[in-house]
């Protein structure tokens, strides 16, 4: 059934895709010099250099602008993520290389920030923080989903609960660490050896958990 968060948004007119990312690229510094409250539609169209009515060709409001610069982000590394489980290669090697890329995108700064802003406006705007997470952690979820079965249909893995697997194994892959970088314990990103470290021993444990023995 169709929810007010399932529903697809509207979708403002403008055909030209150089413009639509000029635009997109001018949204994207003025959020991140100033965050979403404090930007304002004026200085979007001042650092991308379109007039407001252009700009309310292309996107209906400054929340569409924000969550168009996340889908476009979103699908650029979604595109990786999948790629590294979608290989021949043996399964450990997959889940090694998919679990690292996932907790070094997690703790990265740009997606700290974009949670963060998510956040702020759960209350206010419920409809967006829903997308948000139908559209990311959701679809994540659902591929590994997927790739888990595929693997038990192969034999390799022997999992009772698909769905509880795939939080396993994305909360492991940041065991430690995402929390900490969301509420500013951390303050710059992680070492590319801790991420590793924990990555890999999240995979260890998921495959001593469901590896078929």
């Not at 895709?17 to 997109?24: D, N, Q, S, V």
């Not at 509880?164 to 314990?185: D, M, N, P, V, Y």
Request: net charge neutral; charged share 30%; proline share 5%.
């Amino acid at each position: 059934m169709e929810t007010e968060a399932t529903k697809p948004r509207r979708h403002a007119a403008g055909h030209d895709p150089a413009k639509r990312e000029t635009i997109l690229n001018g949204a994207a510094r003025v959020f991140m010099d100033s965050g979403f409250d404090a930007a304002s539609v004026n200085d979007i169209c001042r650092v991308a250099g379109v007039s407001k009515s252009t700009m309310y060709v292309y996107f209906g409001s400054k929340e569409d602008l924000f969550e168009a610069l996340l889908d476009r982000e979103r699908d650029r590394v979604f595109k990786d993520l999948e790629e590294s489980l979608s290989s021949d290669r043996p399964l450990q090697d997959k889940l090694y290389d998919f679990s690292f890329a996932l907790a070094k995108l997690l703790c990265s700064p740009e997606v700290i920030r974009s949670q963060r802003t998510v956040i702020a406006m759960a209350e206010r705007m419920p409809e967006l923080c829903n997308r948000f997470y139908d559209n990311g952690p959701l679809r994540m979820r659902r591929f590994i989903e997927r790739v888990l079965e595929d693997e038990a249909a192969k034999g390799t893995l022997e999992i009772p609960d698909i769905t509880l697997a795939a939080h396993q194994l994305i909360e492991l892959s940041t065991a430690g660490l995402w929390r900490q970088c969301l509420f500013g314990r951390i303050t710059s990103p992680p070492p590319e050896e801790r991420l590793l470290t924990t990555s890999r021993s999240a995979v260890d444990a998921f495959l001593s958990m469901y590896r078929k023995r």
